[in-house]
């Protein structure tokens, strides 16, 4: 999720463009409060997600991906990440963002 400035003052949460993940990836900022990112890294996920160490949410700070997590996703942290543009063969077409150790 990431969040939405309106008109109004007001801030809503909504679904990562893919041209927003890429920006977070690449500028390095959080995808929830679009500040700069440091270490810890955190990445919200399903299970399955965890599983293939792969996941679609951009990078957060912790505080922000405890904000933004539902009740059946995981926070996991870490240090660094590999960001994936699929390919043209590439089953998943969504870009996905792969952490390095886990912490």
Do not use: K
């Not at 599983?51 to 870490?78: I, K, W, Y």
């Amino acid at each position: 999720m990431m969040r939405e400035d309106l008109r109004d003052g007001s801030t809503r949460w909504r679904e990562p463009t893919r041209p927003w993940v890429t920006q977070c990836a690449l500028s390095r900022i959080c995808g929830v409060c679009e500040g700069g990112l440091g270490r810890p890294i955190a990445f919200v996920g399903t299970t399955d997600e965890v599983a293939r160490n792969q996941f679609h949410q951009p990078p957060m700070h912790l505080e922000c991906a405890a904000r933004v997590r539902t009740g059946d996703e995981v926070v996991v942290s870490t240090a660094g990440f590999a960001f994936v543009r699929p390919g043209r063969d590439d089953p998943d077409r969504s870009p996905r963002f792969e952490p390095h150790a886990l912490l």
